[in-house]
């Protein structure tokens, strides 16, 4: 019980050290939000539960505040896990239900395979504690900037790491929890996916009605929502809809009015809408198989059900799933780019060969080939290897720390990657013409270009730019004017868009340091957007624009070979392995509600193969939750739809 008030208090003292720190945050209506939540927690453990999962695609500010390393989400983490631990110390003496395998199972099965799984979880928290330790020292075995570090720095070991320590944190308070109520636990959880899984479509809807339209599916925008880790490319809300898409159907299945069931009919209308957008041919396979077997195990587990007193429901389901099939196809059939997508995909499965076989090289010493290289180390490593793919540039601090400036780097050799990376931030847009007082510096005389766009991540609409050279010597203040087709406002939802200034390199082999900017009213009237770095990076961002491959290795079971070596991958491979076994047995035993944890694993499996997970820290620990929820032995649930 001390440990646990330990914990909690840390907990929170942390969490509260970190609002402090905030940008935003630290103002009184967020430090009350965040106290709200904070007992919400401690009174009602099993609602911070629902919160955590909840909100947790829309808990990251990182665009607005700059945070990358450690975010928002990990605020919130803290403030759940203090509040529910909290509550364990309150509840220490409730009485905890003692939980019975069924009947149907054989005795001498679940022993073996609760020791098997428990070794497989020693392996990969072994593996991630070594690599961690081996990437740090990769990294310098200096002390790692956890707020605004760069993604080749000591920072990045941190930012990839977290997820695992706040699965360490969690297991505990989620046995706990689970032990004591098992159903209303599984309810929480199925209620924070379904709430994330609706926020995201949301936001995905609402992006593409500002951005680009909502039926326009002839350009290449691949919808991003507010996955923003995405701002190096990666495939983060692929991922999450692999991973969450299973429960969309599991709340039409386990519908029992009316309403319910058109609700959950609505959500997968949509759903299909976001995942054709996203335009990503993997994770619209996963989405049709893991639909396809949903489906095929729901059979099996409803056959003992009354048929008779639901057959409104089954000729509902039968009608909706044609229409769902009809607007797949229309939406690929009209949309030119995601057919051009689908007939590329032999020409991409070459180029991502080459580019896992560039990453094997990395093994060059056996103590690599079986421990890794070191979490978080595969950008910095493969872009600094002959064959591998070049950094478009880079934002580094200073070496003097007194200098309140961020150097600007454009790439070494390669002429097709100038101006791919930018400094960034997000900046109120105004119609009326702009200048820009650009306060930069450089050792040599250096090509930049200025731009002020309608930007939500990766795409960039319409512009204002300005172009110019920066001459060696002290830091002096360059006032260009921004020229291009205007930013007059839109009607409808298009009035909406939110703007980016950015500022990239255009020349290869140079470098800038970057003291602030100030965009004014070219009539005079006043600075309409003014940004510097006296408090640190706070605000700032960074982008990169249509090349991503150095930040990423394109498949799971790669990235974890070259980073956490042989022993961590096969560690990861046998743990989803046993739970995959397992889990697929107590569905048929009668805890039906781990139907749509099994889909949802299978399919990220599968998505794994061409989509990397370890450096998106959210999506980690979304999917550590279901392993770990999934590892759990909580006896017969005798659910309602069994």
Not at 36 to 58: C, E, K
Not at 96 to 118: E, G, Y
Not at 382 to 401: E, F, I, R, Y
Request: charged share 15%.
């Amino acid at each position: 019980m001390a440990a646990q008030g330990l914990l909690a208090l840390s907990s929170w003292g942390l969490a509260a050290w970190l609002v402090s720190q905030h940008p935003f945050l630290c103002s009184p209506i967020w430090m009350a939000v965040a106290i709200g939540l904070a007992l919400m927690s401690a009174v009602r453990p099993w609602w911070g539960l629902t919160v955590l999962l909840g909100l947790l695609p829309v808990a990251s500010l990182s665009i607005w505040s700059g945070w990358r390393v450690t975010d928002e989400f990990d605020v919130l983490v803290l403030l759940v896990l203090g509040g529910g631990y909290l509550h364990e110390v309150g509840g220490a003496r409730q009485r905890v239900t003692r939980l019975h395998p069924p009947a149907s199972v054989a005795l001498d099965v679940l022993p073996r395979v609760r020791w098997l799984l428990w070794m497989a979880w020693a392996g990969v928290w072994v593996t991630w504690a070594a690599s961690a330790y081996r990437g740090w020292l990769d990294a310098g075995g200096s002390n790692p900037d956890l707020l605004f570090g760069g993604y080749e720095g000591a920072g990045n070991v941190w930012r990839v790491a977290k997820s695992m320590v706040g699965l360490l944190l969690l297991a505990p308070w989620l046995h706990a929890l689970y032990r004591r109520d098992t159903q209303r636990t599984m309810d929480s959880v199925q209620s924070g996916i379904l709430w994330s899984l609706g926020l995201v479509c949301a936001l995905a809807v609402w992006e593409r009605a500002v951005y680009i339209g909502l039926w326009d599916l002839r350009s290449d925008y691949r919808t991003t929502a507010w996955f923003w880790e995405m701002h190096v490319g990666g495939g983060a809300i692929d991922v999450f809809l692999a991973l969450t898409a299973p429960f969309a159907w599991w709340s039409l299945w386990r519908a029992r009015t009316l309403a319910q069931w058109a609700v959950a009919a609505m959500l997968l209308v949509v759903l299909v809408y976001v995942v054709i957008t996203t335009y990503s041919r993997g994770l619209a396979g996963v989405f049709a198989g893991g639909s396809v077997l949903f489906w095929v195990l729901a059979g099996r587990l409803s056959a003992a059900q009354d048929r008779a007193s639901l057959s409104w429901r089954m000729v509902a389901q039968r009608w909706l799933l044609v229409a769902l099939v009809v607007e797949a196809l229309v939406m690929v059939g009209v949309g030119r780019f995601a057919s051009d997508r689908l007939s590329q995909t032999s020409v991409d499965v070459e180029s991502r060969w080459a580019h896992w076989q560039s990453m094997h090289r990395l093994l060059s010493r056996p103590v690599d080939w079986w421990w890794g290289i070191g979490q978080g180390r595969l950008p910095a490593r493969h872009s600094a290897l002959a064959s591998g793919p070049a950094m478009p540039g880079a934002v580094l601090w200073p070496a003097q720390p007194e200098v309140q400036a961020v150097r600007l780097q454009g790439p070494q050799s390669d002429p097709e990657l100038v101006g791919r990376l930018a400094l960034a931030r997000r900046v109120p847009l105004q119609p009326v013409p702009n200048l820009v007082h650009l306060i930069v510096s450089a050792p040599l005389p250096t090509s930049v270009r200025f731009q002020l766009c309608e930007r939500h991540l990766l795409y960039e609409l319409r512009c204002l730019s300005a172009e110019g050279v920066v001459q060696p010597g002290a830091a002096l203040a360059y006032v260009w004017p921004l020229r291009g087709e205007g930013l007059t406002p839109l009607p409808g939802a298009a009035g909406h868009r939110e703007g980016m200034a950015m500022l990239s390199v255009t020349q290869t082999n140079r470098a800038v340091d970057v003291f602030g900017w100030e965009i004014q009213s070219a009539s005079n009237q006043g600075f309409l957007h003014h940004a510097d770095f006296s408090k640190g990076f706070s605000g700032w961002f960074w982008v990169s624009t249509g090349y991503f491959r150095p930040w990423h290795a394109d498949n799971l079971w790669m990235e974890l070979w070259v980073e956490r070596g042989l022993l961590g991958s096969l560690a990861h491979l046998i743990l989803l392995s046993l739970i995959l076994y397992w889990v697929y047995r107590r569905c048929f035993t009668g805890e039906t509600w781990l139907l749509p944890i099994l889909v949802g694993l299978v399919s990220c499996g599968i998505l794994s193969c061409v989509i990397s997970v370890t450096e998106l820290p959210r999506l980690s620990f979304l999917s550590g939750v279901l392993l770990l929820i999934s590892s759990f032995w909580g006896g017969v649930l005798h659910d309602r739809t069994a």
